[in-house]
């Protein structure tokens, strides 16, 4: 199973800053989401994190506001840009590694609050 | 669209009891695959079980049984003899299976929170 990094694993920040929070796997993936889970609720998914291009986003997302990178098949970053307290979240990365019977890995997720 | 539906919101029980958590799904793929996460206190996300909708076998893992009737569109969780470390967060979800353009994503119900009492 893979093992994924995630930093930082939180912060306060202040609000129309940016964060940018870091998913390290230990070994190539095949597929890195970026997942949003607001206080109290249940897990978002962001955007589709695509090596090598621009990461595909889900309905109510845009890449202004998240912007994501993934430079290889290990690596992926997240920006929450101009945060406001409503970007409070826990903000988790997931992997799917290969297309055999493998489980879908979470990083311990990086809890943010907004002041 | 899929959809995950937790009903339980919130489930409050006693030490050494037995707990079901429900989970209904909709999905009109043939092929999907079925998740169970736990999320403690802590915030992280503990993988349960993946079961392919291929797969109606009842799995039990220790304390743990997962009763999956795709009839009923149905994944319940059922934890025997409860523990105070069994409180969490626990989410239903569900994905395609593998060769479908949304293979991977998943979409969580909303989640129920058990609170095992000593």
């Known amino acids: 199973s893979a093992v994924i990094s995630q930093k930082p694993s939180r912060d306060i920040c202040q609000r129309g800053t940016s964060l940018t929070i870091q998913c390290q796997v230990d070994?190539?993936?095949?597929?890195m989401f970026w997942y949003r889970q607001q206080p109290g609720q249940s897990l978002t998914l962001i955007a589709t994190?695509?090596?090598?291009?621009?990461?595909?986003?889900e309905s109510g997302f845009v890449i202004d506001k998240f912007p994501i990178s993934r430079p290889n098949l290990t690596f992926s970053t997240l920006t929450v840009s101009n945060m406001s307290p409503e970007d409070s979240s826990i903000y988790l990365c997931?992997?799917?590694?290969?297309?055999?019977?493998?489980?879908?890995?979470f990083g311990d997720g990086t809890r943010l609050s907004i002041l | 669209a899929q959809k995950v539906t937790q009903a339980q919101t919130e489930i409050s029980v006693v030490e050494k009891e037995d707990v079901t958590l429900d989970c209904v799904y909709e999905?009109?793929?043939?092929?999907?695959?079925l998740f169970w996460y736990k999320q403690p206190p802590s915030g992280e996300l503990v993988f349960l079980i993946r079961?392919?909708?291929?797969?109606?076998q009842n799995e039990i893992s220790g304390r743990y049984s997962w009763n999956f009737q795709k009839s009923t569109s149905s994944f319940n969780f059922t934890i025997t003899a409860s523990q105070v470390v069994d409180s969490a967060v626990y989410f239903c979800?569900?994905?395609?299976?593998?060769?479908?353009?949304?293979?991977?994503?998943?979409?969580f119900g909303q989640g129920t929170i058990l609170t095992v009492h000593p």
């Open positions: 979800a569900l994905s395609e299976a593998p060769g479908g353009t949304s293979y991977g994503k998943l979409t």
């Open positions: 070994s190539q993936v095949t597929m």
């Open positions: 997931s992997v799917v590694v290969g297309y055999s019977n493998q489980p879908q890995h």
């Open positions: 079961r392919n909708s291929f797969d109606e």
């Open positions: 999905t009109r793929d043939t092929t999907y695959y």
């Open positions: 994190a695509n090596q090598g291009s621009e990461a595909t986003y």
